[in-house]
């Protein structure tokens, strides 16, 4: 019995797998494993019936009382309004015609527009569904691969969780006593290599098997010779780039925080739909059923998920996990390494704030303390190094099956004609190529301090 007791936290999984296919909505089954094995310990008398309370505290703590998490609603609102009044579609189309020559220019166009769309939110939940809501349909609609574009949507918008301004690294400068200033300028260089690697995979790739991403026919090209001038290719670029301009300049200029920046994306894309006529009760009718649906299943997940994150930790899973580590007597390198193949793993079943709040309050100090040599240009630095490090290892597990976040967001926006599947399959790729780029990362750590170092001169 003492064995199955402690074996409790790995059945947690071992059931959870398995239903995650079961085609039953996934918040749902988050909060109902977590729900019945604490039903269990309480039968087997590992927990009392009073650390529900606990639970239900942990989520009104991690989800209900987060104001930023506002700023969800309002992205969404902010994407669905672009979408369905025909403007994201039409910056699409332009940006499409622009690379209509090169291979895959609308999955390049679209991973660059992921890029910008989730520097305006910092929220990956937010990233993921705009994104989806923008490009997804306008690719299945041009005969895109679907694997090819949800990974280049999924990976693109993950990038948010690093670009600045990211609410990870707020949390992470928070728990590491460290500037977020510093992790802000830390974070540009990573975030800018990885959507290199994104936009050279997709050009490689499509180069090489053109089917995956059809281009214009000539008919086409003269067709949109004759109407794309100068004057409509700005006509369509300007609008949603001065929005996307306003929300960044508003948070980069101390004017607004996040959640009050989304507010500002809201009423620009409203204002926008107004001023190009194509706002109808319909539509705005259409807007807002969408972004409520679309609200409460990301909203569903958060809770599902905290629910059954917390359980596992009262089930002393954490604590198996960090006994292991601590117990590991290793050098500075193969500390480091053990570490960031663990967070990668945790990746598969949590989100970034869970590994966040395991992780670093207990290993950063180790993490200051091991001396790496001249491996680093300043060793004052190394604890902003491993953020960023952590950062990069972190993002990956929004896109890890078979728990990743972005995948079930996705999946919740998504066509449905899109299936789990095509959506595991198009991130396989993008997961390898951020850990190339954490390895990267690793080898030379002055991709993340090179503008902290030069602006320190």
């Not at 939110?121 to 005969?143: F, H, N, Q």
């Not at 050009?203 to 004759?226: C, F, G, W």
């Not at 597990?397 to 004609?417: C, V, W």
């Amino acid at each position: 019995m003492d064995l199955f007791i402690e074996l409790l936290p790995f059945l947690m999984f071992a059931v959870l797998i398995p239903l995650l296919f079961s085609g039953f909505p996934v918040a749902f089954i988050l909060g109902g494993v977590g729900l019945g094995f604490w039903l269990l310990a309480v039968a087997l008398g590992v927990e009392s019936p009073n650390s529900f309370f606990l639970v239900v505290s942990r989520i009104y703590g991690g989800v209900v009382s987060k104001l930023v998490l506002v700023a969800i609603p309002m992205f969404i609102f902010m994407g669905t309004m672009l979408e369905r009044s025909g403007i994201a579609r039409e910056m699409l189309h332009t940006m499409q015609y622009l690379t209509r020559r090169t291979p895959g220019g609308l999955a390049l166009s679209v991973t660059l527009l992921g890029v910008v769309l989730a520097a305006t939110t910092g929220i990956i939940g937010a990233s993921v569904v705009m994104m989806t809501l923008l490009a997804l349909p306008v690719m299945l609609e041009r005969g895109y691969d679907k694997p090819l574009a949800t990974g280049t949507i999924a990976a693109s918008g993950t990038l948010g969780i690093l670009l600045p301004p990211s609410i990870m690294l707020v949390v992470m400068a928070d728990l590491l006593s460290t500037s977020a200033g510093g992790l802000f300028m830390a974070a540009i260089g990573p975030s800018l290599f990885l959507a290199m690697l994104y936009l050279l995979y997709i050009y490689i790739r499509v180069k090489i098997n053109p089917a995956l991403a059809p281009t214009h026919t000539s008919d086409d090209d003269k067709t949109e010779q004759s109407t794309m001038s100068l004057l409509a290719i700005a006509k369509s670029f300007l609008p949603p780039i001065l929005l996307i301009l306003s929300v960044l300049g508003s948070i980069f200029g101390g004017y607004a925080t996040p959640t009050e920046a989304s507010g500002v994306g809201a009423f620009g894309a409203l204002l926008l739909a107004i001023v190009k006529r194509k706002l109808s009760l319909p539509i705005m009718q259409d807007v807002l059923e969408q972004s409520a649906l679309t609200t409460t299943m990301i909203f569903g997940l958060f809770v599902g998920a905290t629910a059954f994150s917390f359980v596992f930790a009262l089930l002393g899973g954490h604590d198996l996990i960090l006994h292991v580590m601590e117990t590991t007597g290793t050098g500075p390198w193969a500390t480091l390494t053990l570490l960031m193949i663990v967070v990668f793993l945790l990746g598969f079943f949590f989100d970034w704030i869970e590994i966040t709040l395991i992780i670093l309050p207990v290993f950063a100090p180790v993490i200051a303390s091991l001396d790496f040599g001249s491996h680093l240009p300043d060793p004052s630095l190394t604890v902003s190094w491993f953020a960023i490090i952590m950062a990069v290892n972190l993002q990956t597990s929004f896109l890890t099956p078979p728990f990743g976040f972005a995948l079930f967001y996705m999946k919740g926006a998504a066509p449905a004609e899109v299936k789990l599947k095509h959506i595991y399959k198009g991130v396989l790729p993008f997961v390898l190529l951020q850990l190339v780029g954490l390895a990267v990362l690793l080898m030379w750590p002055k991709l993340a301090l090179w503008l902290p170092l030069y602006l320190a001169q």
